[in-house]
């Protein structure tokens, strides 16, 4: 089945502890992405990438890493995390054509993470 | 920059009848797309109806429909029939098109939580 995996699906952690959301997809698609999503703000673009080794920031790219070293996985690292970045996190992925990105990108299910 | 702008935090519409979404964008770009995606209470994120800025007919997609206005940037969302599964926060998106200065990324309005009352 084609799908875009994500975990945990649930964290809570406290400040400062070092946490990496893992993000896989099977679709072997070149582009993928990062979102978090808050109340009143919809969802914002983190980090993204085109391609292996390819990555560039996104609209809200403060306090998070990220690195693409196999096209299949597209990891999230918050080396230092803190209560503003308490929120719910969405990875994405899509092909890239004659077109550029694909207009239709595929979510993962979401990770939940509480910062303490 | 572009934005999108979803002024109807909340709705609600009887089982059945019909509701309309409002969405508004601002930008300059001439090529790009707009969806409309709806996230029910598992989180997941699903692709409703898309809408490419260059074709002048309206999507449809079974009971979902749009109403495209270009000029006026507005990007609505229309359910006929409204069913209890209906329910759900939708989003509006846009993203550009082509390759030229194209990161792929999304950019989400706030989103619109609808309730199918019975």
């Known amino acids: 089945e084609a799908q875009v995996t994500q975990n945990p699906r649930y964290l809570i952690t406290v400040t400062g502890k070092k946490l990496t959301v893992t993000c896989s997809q099977n679709?072997?698609?070149?582009?993928m992405s990062w979102y978090r999503q808050d109340p009143g703000l919809g969802l914002r673009q983190i980090y993204y990438?085109?391609?292996?080794?390819?990555?560039d920031k996104g609209d809200v790219p403060e306090g998070y890493k990220v690195s693409r070293k196999e096209k299949r996985n597209f990891p999230l690292i918050l080396e230092s995390p803190s209560p503003n970045q308490t929120s719910l996190y969405f990875c994405?992925?899509?092909?890239?054509?004659?077109?550029?990105?694909?207009?239709?990108?595929?979510f993962g299910p979401g990770t939940r993470l509480t910062v303490l | 920059a572009q934005t999108v702008t979803q002024s109807q935090p909340e709705m609600s519409v009887q089982e059945a009848e019909t509701v309309t979404l409002s969405c508004t964008y601002d930008?300059?770009?001439?090529?790009?797309?707009l969806f409309w995606y709806k996230q029910p209470p598992s989180r997941q994120m699903i692709l409703v109806i898309r809408?490419?800025?260059?074709?002048?007919q309206n999507a449809t997609e079974n009971r979902f429909s749009v109403n495209f206005q270009k000029a006026a940037k507005s990007f609505s969302l229309k359910i006929s029939d409204s069913q209890l599964g209906d329910t759900a926060m939708y989003f509006c998106?846009?993203?550009?098109?082509?390759?030229?200065?194209?990161?792929?990324?999304?950019?989400f309005g706030q989103g619109t939580t609808l309730q199918v009352k019975p």
């Open positions: 994405a992925s899509s092909p890239i054509v004659l077109a550029g990105v694909h207009n239709e990108q595929f």
């Open positions: 679709m072997n698609h070149e582009y």
């Open positions: 990438s085109m391609n292996v080794e390819v990555t």
């Open positions: 930008t300059s770009e001439n090529n790009y797309y």
């Open positions: 809408q490419e800025a260059y074709k002048q």
């Open positions: 998106a846009f993203m550009k098109q082509g390759h030229s200065g194209n990161t792929g990324k999304l950019i």
